[in-house]
């Protein structure tokens, strides 16, 4: 019986290189190198923007991002519902109230029109998540955010590299939030990435994120800072992990080309990709059409059985138990999401996966789904 994971790392000879010779050199912490400066650049330009800046976690990218721009208690920000929670805890951090946006059916990202009915007089950013490798309908929340003079910030951990009108994510906020988290599209292990075209954020940011340091007395802190450095020997990892990224995009695209084509006639929703976006296929996430016939964790526990690894999808925060208990929102929020909560699941989609893996996954799946 095969043994297929949801996804592992593409890792080869440079990327072992490359580490090693960090840790030869005595060279590991974010403040000794060149790595972590040449990572940045390279993937700021590669995410096209002007600067970036490098931290341990996609989760402190987003920490630092509401930080920087000076959210807190009494502010709003409009978030995603259907996301990973760490999302959400980067605003509570700050001591400001989230409110869910609920998604559209077919993309699972935000639903654009349902802004302006949350809009109030606190509300002072948009967090939008590009789920699962697709981007967001970016336009109408670029003019939402720009008519009422609010910040925008993408969450981008699951979207290297994929694009809106051939603009990458990441470019179109005051900042984009990236991961690096082993199953993403690249690694540094952990880490994570803010991307940002505003040259005051980022130096506010690369501050912030290492103790905010006094620029004459180190030690005179200017701010109160956070331990969030990405280490050199991690950026070494993501210099590497870069060089291959297009291939690595590549191949995530040909295996949901493959899905696709297989699962046509199944009872399945499978992702999509509009015309206006390109979608790199972080995780091909599919939803049971009827899920009273084929329970979801059903059909999850009958591929697990067959050796085929899977993810349910990321339960949305209006039905948090940890926010329903605070009082903090309501179950029925958000009912587009509610209907995906315990419908939805990915299939295993590494960049390594082979034709006869996916062959064995299909199959499966239409047993179990007969």
Request: with cysteine; charged share 20%; net charge negative.
């Amino acid at each position: 019986m095969m043994k297929i994971p949801v996804s592992t790392p593409v890792l080869d000879q440079n990327d072992a290189k490359a580490v090693a010779k960090t840790i030869e050199q005595s060279l590991i912490s974010g403040l000794c190198g060149d790595q972590v400066a040449q990572f940045e650049s390279q993937f700021a330009a590669y995410s096209d923007c002007k600067y970036g800046i490098a931290v341990n976690s996609g989760t402190t990218a987003l920490h630092l991002a509401m930080v920087a721009l000076g959210i807190g208690p009494g502010d709003e920000v409009l978030v995603s519902t259907q996301t990973n929670m760490a999302t959400f805890f980067a605003v509570l951090y700050t001591g400001a109230k989230p409110i869910p946006i609920d998604i559209l059916p077919d993309t699972l990202n935000l639903n654009p029109d349902l802004l302006e009915p949350h809009l109030t007089n606190r509300t002072k950013a948009v967090l939008v998540v590009h789920l699962f490798g697709l981007s967001c309908d970016m336009k109408p929340i670029v003019n939402f955010c720009a008519k009422h003079k609010l910040f925008l910030v993408e969450d981008c951990a699951e979207a290297h590299g994929a694009t809106y009108q051939s603009r990458k994510v990441g470019s179109f906020g005051d900042f984009g939030c990236f991961s690096f988290y082993a199953n993403k599209i690249i690694t540094t292990g952990e880490g994570g990435m803010l991307t940002t075209n505003n040259e005051a954020l980022a130096e506010k940011v690369r501050g912030l994120k290492s103790l905010a340091f006094g620029s004459t007395n180190k030690f005179m802190h200017v701010d109160i800072g956070f331990g969030f450095r990405m280490s050199n020997i991690q950026a070494a990892l993501g210099v590497t992990q870069l060089a291959k990224i297009d291939t690595i995009i590549a191949r995530k695209r040909r295996v949901a080309e493959i899905y696709t084509d297989k699962l046509r006639l199944l009872p399945l929703q499978l992702p999509l990709e509009t015309p206006e976006t390109f979608n790199v296929y972080w995780m091909y996430h599919i939803i049971i059409d009827d899920i009273k016939k084929y329970p979801r964790d059903h059909v999850m526990r009958e591929l697990q059985a067959a050796g085929i690894e899977t993810r349910e999808t990321f339960i949305p925060y209006n039905l948090q138990e940890i926010f329903l208990a605070r009082g903090l929102t309501h179950a029925e929020a958000c009912p587009v999401a509610n209907q995906i909560a315990y419908a939805g699941f990915y299939l295993p989609s590494g960049p390594n996966l082979t034709i006869d893996e996916q062959q064995y996954i299909v199959d499966n799946l239409k047993r179990i789904l007969a």
